[in-house]
T-cell receptor, first 113, second 113 residues
Framework: EAGVVQSPRYKIIEKKQPVAFWCNPI?????LYWYLQNLGQGPELLIR????????DSQLPKDRFSAERLKGVDSTLKIQPAELGDSAVYLC???????????FGPGTRLTVL | KNQVEQSPQSLIILEGKNCTLQ??????????LRWYKQDTGRGPVSLTI?????NTKSNGRYTATLDADTKQSSLHITASQLSDSASYIC????????????FGTGTQLKVEL
């Protein structure tokens, strides 16, 4: 069975440009998470979805970040415009239910120049 | 504030040697504690999970302990291998409220010949 799939794996953009990340969770997992991970740090939650509803987006910088999970399956995370400080790894994870183990994707490494 | 602190920040050991990583937490109310292994360029993968009533849990050469009274956990790696080189992240889940995860910053382990 395929795990959590993310694309692209790497992205290099100039500041002020938009960027989007895509995540396909494990089939049947109704909970999806987006995390930001800086070098040498643990992941930090940006947003959590239960099906298509964003149930926790308190840490999402809404002035430049947006996310959607249409039909409760795939999800996209967008940054517009990107800033230098957004350079990080963006991890997607999914779980069957919120109480279950989260399975992580490989992440998208974003570099903003 | 819920926090998870890990030590040491980094560690270098010779192949075949044992090592122990530490995790202290102030997360409340406590649900469970997981140790994750994160290889470079990959997402975290769960090694062990322990609930309040469990003191120890093993997964091959990995043995985790939990002292819920002192809010401390350790991860012991026996007979280390080069493939154990990774970041080991302690993650504590709160009970209820969407089961929020609090991540430690990780211990970067390097196993050398």
């Amino acid at each position: 069975e395929a795990g959590v799939v993310q694309s692209p794996r790497y992205k290099i953009i100039e500041k002020k440009q938009p960027v989007a990340f895509w995540c396909n969770p494990i089939s049947g997992h109704n909970t999806l998470y987006w995390y930001l991970q800086n070098l040498g740090q643990g992941p930090e939650l940006l947003i959590r979805y239960e099906n298509e509803e964003a149930v926790d987006d308190s840490q999402l910088p809404k002035d430049r970040f947006s996310a959607e999970r249409l039909k409760g399956v795939d999800s996209t995370l967008k940054i517009q415009p990107a800033e230098l400080g957004d350079s990080a790894v963006y991890l997607c994870a999914s779980s069957l239910e919120p109480i279950n183990e989260q399975f992580f994707g490989p992440g998208t490494r974003l570099t903003v120049l | 504030k819920n926090q998870v602190e890990q030590s040491p920040q980094s560690l270098i050991i010779l192949e075949g040697k044992n090592c122990t990583l530490q995790c202290n937490y102030t997360v409340s109310p406590f649900s469970n504690l997981r140790w994750y292994k994160q290889d470079t360029g990959r997402g975290p993968v769960s090694l062990t999970i322990m609930t309040f009533s469990e003191n120890t849990k093993s997964n091959g050469r990995y043995t985790a302990t939990l002292d819920a009274d002192t809010k401390q956990s350790s991860l012991h790696i026996t007979a280390s291998q080069l493939s154990d080189s990774a970041s080991y992240i302690c993650v504590v889940t709160t009970r209820g409220g969407g089961n929020k995860l609090t991540f430690g910053t990780g211990t970067q382990l390097k196993v050398e010949l």
